[in-house]
């Protein structure tokens, strides 16, 4: 993982197309700002997550005799 350190309204670029912009930061939390190309997806992690099925615990199954 790369990690850096960036103050509100500094970027950071991503493949030459996707700007991360620090738009400001208030307490524990940052907004970001994501300029991306409209054929780029963006989703919050939790989101993504559902999206791409997320690993669930497995459906019980009835036994008996049958």
Sequence with gaps: ???LTRR???SIMIDNEIE???LKIRGSQVHLGID???KSTVHRKEVWLRIHGE???APATKTGNV
């Design 1 to 3: 993982m790369l990690v």
């Design 8 to 10: 509100a309204g500094e």
């Design 20 to 22: 991360l912009k620090v």
């Design 36 to 38: 991306a190309p409209k």
């Design 55 to 57: 690993p669930q615990a």
